[in-house]
């Protein structure tokens, strides 16, 4: 008699917290019952492969070299007679595979950032990609979007990327394997066609939607060739032009009325610093370009003379967060380099800092404030610092004094447009129903990319 011992790992995904790992499990077939050894093998065969075409379970024999495996199975045939030089060998197995169980889930939370997905495949089930839950704009983005969700009964699971492309993309390979309705991606390589390319058509292919929000998902100059190309997909996002005029506008405005007190060293000119946040995203290249020269349409009209970049070597004239994150820490860092040059004692002071967001302000003023400047105590001695987003760290510097002006870049709007977008998908109807209340980019002609509107803090 030569039985067949069967073993598998299954991983059941409707667990409410956390998947549900069946313990290795010996299944005997007597082959008696069947005309050969290789009818049995035919009929577990046809068993297994029954078995992984329902959604709601996935058999998992073990996760190698950061891949997910569907099914991995074995099986070991045992003639009786060797049984006993056998029970060793499958002793060692079994022990292995219940380590490989018990490490599966710690190892599945280590690179997804999440716990295991929870899905209930009776109800919606959306996945949220996040590119950084570190970055300062985007928590609060999530904050407001997780209440909403939870409100609106809609049952979700959430990922952290750590910026890295990579990362979200086995995240969202995990996500659609397990059947989730709906993603919601915070794209990590903003402004990459290739990036966004690549999770529109596994979506399409496993016929599920995409909303993308924040950070561009096509560059400039290629408008609408993700957008335009695919189904079921639609971008929430701000109009990456309006942020950079409206922060050159409060520039501008600012600087008239206060030319005289900004010049320090008196020259008849004012030296400024510019932080960009990433090289590709069009929201950066736009406030990057518009801040400068909005600003210096109403010098100009103005009577005033040009802004000039506080290192005349430079060609970029800015400096850029080489991680893509808009960090503080960048901001920080710079600041800090470049006042070890350009100070008080040299004459040669720089006297304005632009930001492409709030968190690279926040981070200059932390340098500016070592060398006396911008101290809440000391409202007289500041260098006018600018940022976009209206965090409420940024909030609160401007209300001490030590931040000068800021632009509402609204996530609660953001949060309440994923959610109408998400809701449109669950009922099933137009996924823009409703967004009319909304800018879209009418200049490339897209409507399912939807802007929420931006407006200087005040």
């Keep these: 008699m030569t039985p067949f011992l069967f073993c598998v790992h299954l991983h059941y995904y409707r667990a409410p917290t956390l998947s549900i790992l069946a313990p290795i499990c010996p299944i005997f077939i007597d082959p008696s019952s069947h005309a050969s050894d290789k009818k049995a093998y035919d009929a577990l065969r046809n068993v297994l492969q029954y078995s992984t075409r329902h959604k709601k379970y996935k058999l998992l024999w073990e996760k190698c070299f950061g891949e997910i495996v569907d099914i991995r199975w074995m099986w070991y045939i045992f003639d009786m007679r060797k049984l006993i030089h056998h029970t060793l060998f499958a002793l060692i197995c ?13 190892d599945i939370d280590t690179k997804f950032n999440t716990s295991a997905l929870s899905l209930d495949p009776e109800v919606f089930n959306a996945a949220v990609f996040y590119y950084d839950y570190e ?21 979700y699971n959430e990922f952290d990327a750590n910026s890295s492309q990579a990362t979200q993309n086995s995240q969202i390979e995990s996500a659609i394997s397990a059947g989730v309705d709906l993603l919601i991606v915070n794209i990590v390589d903003s402004g990459s066609v290739n990036s966004s390319d690549i999770i529109c058509l596994r979506a399409r292919r496993a016929g599920i939607p995409v909303i993308f929000f924040n950070r561009p998902i096509e560059g400039v100059g290629d408008e609408g060739v993700i957008l335009k190309y695919y189904d079921s997909i639609a971008f929430i996002g701000s109009d990456p032009e309006e942020s950079g005029h409206l922060q050159g506008q409060m520039i501008g405005e600012y600087l ?3 030319f005289d007190s900004c010049d ?4 008849g000119h004012i030296s400024y610093a510019l932080m960009k946040g990433e090289a ?25 003379p040009e802004l000039v970049y506080f290192d005349e070597d430079s060609v970029d004239k800015f400096q850029l967060d080489l991680t893509g994150k808009w960090s503080l820490n960048a901001g920080q860092d710079y600041m800090m380099s470049d006042l070890g040059h350009y ?5 040669n002071m720089i006297e304005l800092v632009i930001c492409n967001n709030d968190s690279m302000a926040e981070g200059c003023i932390r340098s500016l404030q070592t060398v006396g400047y911008n101290l809440p105590e000391n409202k007289n001695k500041n260098i006018p610092v600018f940022g976009v987003d209206a965090t409420a760290s940024a909030r609160k510097l401007i209300s001490e004094g030590s931040m000068t002006g800021t632009i509402v870049q609204d996530p609660d709007e953001m949060a309440n447009c994923i959610l109408l977008i998400a809701q449109n998908i669950q009922n099933s109807v137009d996924l823009l129903t409703g967004t009319e209340i909304y800018p879209h980019d009418t200049k490339d002609g897209l409507d399912n990319s939807i802007y929420i509107p931006c407006r200087i803090y005040d």
Excluded: H, P, Q
Excluded at 135 to 155: C, E, F, H, P, Q
Excluded at 290 to 300: F, H, Q
């Design 94 to 106: 079994i022990s292995i595979s219940l380590i490989l169980s018990a490490c599966s889930i710690t």
């Design 256 to 258: 008239v009325n206060n």
């Design 280 to 304: 590709k995203n069009s929201e950066a290249i736009y406030r990057t370009k518009y801040s400068v020269e909005d600003a210096n349409t109403i010098l100009n009209d103005n009577g005033y």
């Design 135 to 155: 970055d300062t704009y985007i928590s609060s983005v999530r904050s407001k979007l997780n209440k909403l969700l939870v409100n609106a009964g809609m049952n």
């Design 264 to 267: 320090l060293n008196g020259d």
């Design 343 to 347: 100070n008080d004692a040299n004459d």
